[in-house]
């Protein structure tokens, strides 16, 4: 079936180095979200891409959609401890008859060394 | 503005036995998400409502079941609890349903405890 799958499944960083995690699915998404959770916390939304070849920029964070509209990624350019945490991708798959369903990847947990 | 709201938040049941989480989601919106997170795992999608309807229902066993009311809230019931039920319970609420578009916003979550 489709999935939504991310790598890598964690990432040690040293404050101030740059950290990407990339999102793949097995088939065109219509949009991808990225999530936030931190430790202990809940997932909390950071944006949504739905062009082809989309690229939007939150202060150190940089988010991409592939031409494919088949993969993604998020970059974090020069980590601070506040970065800490997981990341996830989610993109809608369909789930019987037209209704689709937030799939999340399986995230990505920074950890950042002070 | 409330977020979304759930309870309990912590709860601890032995096997077999059944539970019933609640949501209320943002005021004014009109769809309701639950989610199962495993420690180290994305949220698994469990069921959406919206206006009342399920939209949508994931890989769960029949002992899961929820319903969604007149002023939008939720209920997830889990019938015959087994160990590996233990888990993060999130409800996610939303302005549309069934689109798997548009922001999802989480609320703390319910964390139960199997033994």
């Known amino acids: 079936g489709q999935q939504v799958m991310q790598i890598p499944q964690y990432q040690h960083v040293q404050e101030g180095e740059d950290f990407t995690t990339y999102c793949n699915s097995s088939t065109t998404l219509s949009n991808i979200q990225w999530y936030k959770q931190r430790p202990g916390g809940h997932p909390v939304f950071l944006i949504q891409l739905v062009k082809s070849g989309e690229v939007k920029k939150q202060k150190r964070l940089t988010f991409q959609f592939g031409e494919a509209k088949k993969n993604s990624s998020l970059h974090i350019t020069a980590t601070q401890t506040t970065d800490v945490g997981t990341y996830f991708c989610?993109?809608?798959?369909?789930?019987?008859?037209?209704?689709?369903?937030?799939?999340f990847g399986k995230g990505t947990l920074l950890t950042v060394n002070p | 503005d409330a977020g979304v709201t759930q309870s309990p938040t912590h709860l601890i049941k032995t096997r077999g036995q059944h539970v019933t989480l609640r949501c209320s989601p943002i005021?004014?919106?009109?769809?309701v998400s639950w989610y199962q997170q495993v420690l180290g795992q994305g949220p698994q999608f469990i069921f959406q409502?919206?206006?009342?309807?399920?939209?949508g229902r994931g890989n769960f066993p029949d002992r899961f079941s929820a319903r969604q009311f007149p002023n939008y809230s939720s209920e997830l019931h889990v019938n015959a609890l087994l160990l590996g039920d233990s888990a993060l319970y999130l409800c996610?609420?939303?302005?549309?349903?069934?689109?798997?578009?548009?922001?999802?916003?989480f609320g703390e979550g319910s964390r139960l405890t199997v033994l």
């Open positions: 409502y919206y206006e009342k309807e399920e939209r």
């Open positions: 005021s004014g919106h009109k769809s």
């Open positions: 996610a609420s939303s302005l549309v349903g069934g689109r798997g578009t548009g922001e999802l916003f």
């Open positions: 989610a993109g809608p798959v369909l789930n019987g008859g037209s209704n689709y369903k937030l799939t």
